[in-house]
């Protein structure tokens, strides 16, 4: 998990045992100014987080060695205002990266190269209102937590879009504020961090509702929860209001 406020890189086991730390305040190789978004590639062992305040990426091994870093201040190919979510097809070693203060999505490969970019600002299809948390299914598919939009959007691989649900309100398939999202790989279902309604929503790949769980949050603000879903369908949230990872159990709740 990346831990912004310290300026690092946080690894633990499932039970919250720290593995490892890396990282600190600063501009250099290794270090960071307020990372927010990180994703793994489990088959090659790297790591890519959204170095935010730096306006880049940076990849790491899985021990936390620099490899390479990417990006700089501005919105041309390959630049960034405001980096957040970033997530991988690790078959095709794309990276996807939201872009909140250009709201786009660029695609890199791997190694940082710019392959192309879409979105701009509005709330037509393949618009965005600050794009935040971004996640890729096992075919390649993206999915977009339109921040400021309240909806979910889904693209292909080439940033084609494909549909989006979501509107602003409290009812299931509702949000207000929607922050962190994931895929659950093993069957696809989108999980979304639904912070300003202080709940995590489950869907279908294709945007039917399916589940919710309440988080218990220390504060009104609407950009302090993440989460992942491990294959056994435990829920890890993360809240940096009150420092804190919850876990749930994804027992079936109305």
């Known amino acids: 998990m990346a831990e912004t406020g310290k300026n690092r890189i946080l690894e633990f086991t499932s039970n919250g045992s720290l593995i490892r730390a890396w990282g600190s305040g600063g ?77 786009r999505v660029e695609r890199f490969t791997s190694n940082g190269l710019f392959v192309s970019q879409w979105g701009s600002l509005g709330s037509g299809e393949g618009q965005f209102a600050n794009p935040g948390r971004i996640a890729v299914d096992n075919s390649g598919n993206l999915f977009v937590a339109d921040f400021g939009n309240n909806r979910i959007q889904k693209f292909d691989g080439s940033g084609n879009f494909i549909m989006q649900w979501g509107s602003l309100g409290h009812g299931n398939g509702q949000f207000y504020n929607p922050t962190g999202m994931t895929v659950q790989l093993s069957h696809g279902n989108v999980y979304v961090a639904d912070t300003g309604n202080s709940r995590i929503q ?24 993440d989460l992942d879903v491990n294959s056994n369908g435990t829920i890890y949230v993360t809240d940096r209001a009150d420092d804190s990872v919850h876990v749930i159990s994804t027992v079936p709740r109305s």
């Open 27 to 103: 501009i250099g190789d290794g270090q960071f100014n307020s990372p927010i978004g990180i994703t793994l590639d489990y088959a090659r062992g790297y790591v890519y987080v959204t170095d935010t305040g730096n306006n880049r990426v940076q990849k790491f091994t899985s021990n936390g060695t620099f490899i390479t870093k990417w990006g700089s201040p501005g919105s041309g190919p390959g630049q960034f205002q405001t980096p957040i979510g970033i997530d991988e097809d690790e078959s095709k070693q794309n990276v996807y990266v939201t872009d909140i203060g250009n709201n």
């Open 202 to 225: 489950e869907f279908t790949n294709d945007g039917k509702f399916v589940n919710n769980w309440p988080i218990d949050t220390a504060t009104g603000a609407t950009d302090n929860i």
